[in-house]
């Protein structure tokens, strides 16, 4: 019962962060760079791909895209966390996966040195690595 807590606190924490990043990107300035003059050229700037796309238009739906992915992810672990936990208790490809690819997103955030980033998914991390140990 524990795990299964440990898991879906987890999970929720990752959709905590999804719901922020994206509203982050659409109510605020906090993912924006810092130089105005950066924001124009972005703004201006077409991609190769698509002549009628800019950079700063990727630049925010990629963003978008991020957070709702984690969402998706987060969303999904925690309904598999609550309704049928014994496929991801214990050492599973499900639960293997979820931890995996949380330590690659810390391993990047730590390289690219976004703190905020790093700490949450490590803390994330953690309570699915303890709700795995205790499967």
């Known amino acids: 019962m524990t795990a299964k807590l440990l898991w879906e606190i987890g999970a929720s924490l990752q959709i905590v962060v999804a719901v922020a990043h994206f509203l982050g990107t659409l109510f605020s300035q906090l993912l924006h760079p810092t130089d105005k003059n950066l924001i124009e050229q972005m703004q201006t700037t077409l991609l190769n791909v698509d002549k009628k796309a800019t950079q700063w238009n990727a630049w925010i739906f990629f ?4 957070a709702l992915l984690l ?65």
């Open 63 to 66: 963003n978008i895209a991020f």
């Open 71 to 135: 969402f998706i992810v987060g969303a999904f672990s925690f309904t598999i966390a609550y309704q049928n936990f014994a496929m991801i208790k214990g050492v599973t490809i499900l639960s293997l996966t979820q931890i995996v690819t949380s330590l690659i997103m810390i391993y990047f955030a730590h390289k690219f040195s976004i703190r905020k980033v790093r700490t949450a998914f490590l803390i994330t991390t953690l309570f699915y690595l303890i709700s795995t140990a205790m499967g």
